[in-house]
């Protein structure tokens, strides 16, 4: 038998190789998940978003403070919304029209921009708009939603937000100036501007629990330069807690009989902005360090309430940033524009 005898920098050589090709094989999406938790036994915190790259918007996301980039910096894209089902991670967003990311492999859609995504069983339901339509895809094929003109014929709509409970699909966003929101495909108007009036309400998130729909939103009018808090269950407005105070509601859900809403608040008489929750109408304002702040995105885990949003600098500068129980975490350095859009825990 022969036998063939190697040297020092021969072995050395045939390691990196082996290094090498182990190296290539590696997937790109991390799997992070075993036995339905993370590898630290925790919860594991997902954040989707965008940061800056000095030219065009990067869309990324962070697993516990990790940054994943999911587009290649050539254009603008973002992160708007995202999910997990079954250990796979769903983000919904743009690069250079609407899409999604299954576990980082993007597949494209007929739209301008995807702003919200929901998983249910084996199908993907994406919402968002295409041209002036307000729209969603059921495993990418597109859907067009009502638009029935009750107030006038308004020619721009979108879709903000998307929940699929049971067989039904419940969609929220906006006809002209008017908060609406669509059960399988029909229109439901949340509020009642004509086209003679200045101003707008805009529905921009969507929360189903067993019969109960909840719809959060905000109006601007003519008398104010601030925006005021809305939210709507089975389309009746309730009243948030705001004496002297304005606000807006960006992201709603439901835990148990608790109804949480995340935004932002401005406060008389010094109008600062601050970043915000309302849980069951009363608000509880969130540290920050710099800047005007605002919550994009609220999910609730047990006693756990985890947010997502973004402490503006200037208008080129701002942190993507996540809450959790009012401890702050700053994503990106600051050094240029980011967002974070969107928060899961699982």
């Known amino acids: 038998m022969y036998y063939k005898s190697f040297n020092g ?7 990196m190789g082996i290094m090498f090709t182990l190296a ?4 790109d999406f991390p799997p992070i998940f ?3 938790h993370s590898h630290s036994g925790e919860r594991t915190v997902l954040v989707a978003g965008y940061e800056s790259n000095g030219t065009f918007n990067v869309a990324k996301y962070w697993i516990d403070g990790q940054e994943i980039k999911l587009s290649d910096g050539t254009r603008d894209a973002s992160a708007n919304s995202i999910v997990v089902s079954n250990n796979n991670v769903y983000i919904a967003g743009s690069d250079s029209g609407a899409v999604y990311w299954k576990n980082n492999s993007e597949i494209r859609l007929s739209g301008n921009d995807a702003s919200s995504i929901f998983v249910s069983g084996n199908d993907v339901y994406v919402a968002g708009a295409h041209d002036s339509k307000a729209v969603y895809w059921k495993n990418g094929t597109e859907v067009a939603l009502d638009k029935t003109n009750v107030y006038g014929d308004f020619s721009n709509a979108a879709a903000s937000s998307i929940f699929v409970s049971g067989n039904d699909v419940y969609v929220a966003g906006y006809d002209g100036p008017n908060a609406v929101y669509w059960k399988n495909g029909s229109e439901i108007y949340l509020s009642s ?11 921009h998130s969507i929360y189903v629990k067993g019969s109960d729909v909840y719809v959060v939103g905000y109006d601007i009018n003519s008398g104010s330069v601030f925006p005021k808090v809305w939210y709507w269950k089975n389309a009746v407005r309730i009243t948030i807690n705001q004496v002297d105070n304005y606000g807006q509601g960006n992201s709603v859900f439901v835990s148990g009989s608790d109804v949480y809403i995340g935004g932002m608040q401005v406060s008389a008489p010094t109008y600062v902005q601050t970043a915000a929750y309302w849980k069951n109408g009363n608000v509880v304002l969130l540290p ?4 005007s702040p605002d919550t994009k995105s609220i999910f609730v885990s047990g006693n756990d309430v985890y947010l997502a949003g973004y402490e503006s600098v200037d208008y080129l500068h701002s942190y993507a940033v996540s809450w959790k129980d009012g401890v702050e975490t700053k994503l990106t350095d600051g050094a240029r524009l980011a967002s974070a859009n969107s928060i899961f825990v699982k």
């Open 9 to 15: 920098k021969s072995l050395l050589a045939i390691i």
């Open 24 to 27: 290539s094989c590696k997937k």
């Open 34 to 36: 075993k036995g339905g």
């Open 193 to 203: 501007l004509t086209i003679t009036i200045t101003g707008y309400v805009h529905a």
């Open 288 to 291: 920050n360090s710099v800047g």
